[in-house]
């Protein structure tokens, strides 16, 4: 969105982070812009959140930010992790031929199809390497999107109950709340404050 900063006007990137509680009530804890997107603007928040009375981190969601870990190990280390599989999906089939990008997108979601009391991260690496053979002539760099010390991130939610791994393995929550703000924002032209919640 577009930000005033004295007499400057820029589009800066919105930051948002909602928790949900034991009880299962969602509180909005940061809602803010920023001139750019890194995972250090993370860690400031997450150092921020810490000085504001957060105690407990058991389970951070969010998109593919490179770097994010970094800054979840340093505030939450007893956290994990589960970054957003759909933004894992929509980069790796973001160079891809249109006449390939229906099957692969189908043999994507083998890979992240982990619901069942059966699924393991063992059997979801299998499919993964299945994958990068599949598509290795047509796309020789293919497996540099699933090297363990990254994909790893993506597969958390299989390390929870089946029940419950289709809310946790995506940010289509955040997404949802995101696309409640662009609507009750849109007739607004320009912020004056970059700081909307704190």
Known sequence: MTVRRDDSYAKEAVYIAYGVTESNTRELLILEASPTEAATIWGDYFSKLK??????????????????ENQVMLYFPEAKLQKCVVHKMRNVTKHVSPKHKQEMNQDLKHIFDNFTED????????????????????????????????????????????????????TNSIENLNSKIRKATRNKLVYESPVFFT
């Open 51 to 68: 000085d504001r009375g957060l105690e407990q981190v058991n389970l951070i969601v969010a998109d593919g930010l490179k770097g994010l």
């Open 119 to 170: 699924s393991s991260k063992e059997k979801a690496y299998e499919k993964a390497d299945n994958f990068c053979q599949k598509w290795h002539s047509k796309y020789p760099n293919i497996r540099r999107y699933f090297k363990p010390d990254d994909f790893c991130y993506y597969l958390t939610y299989i390390e929870y109950n089946h029940k419950i791994r289709r809310c946790i393995y995506t």
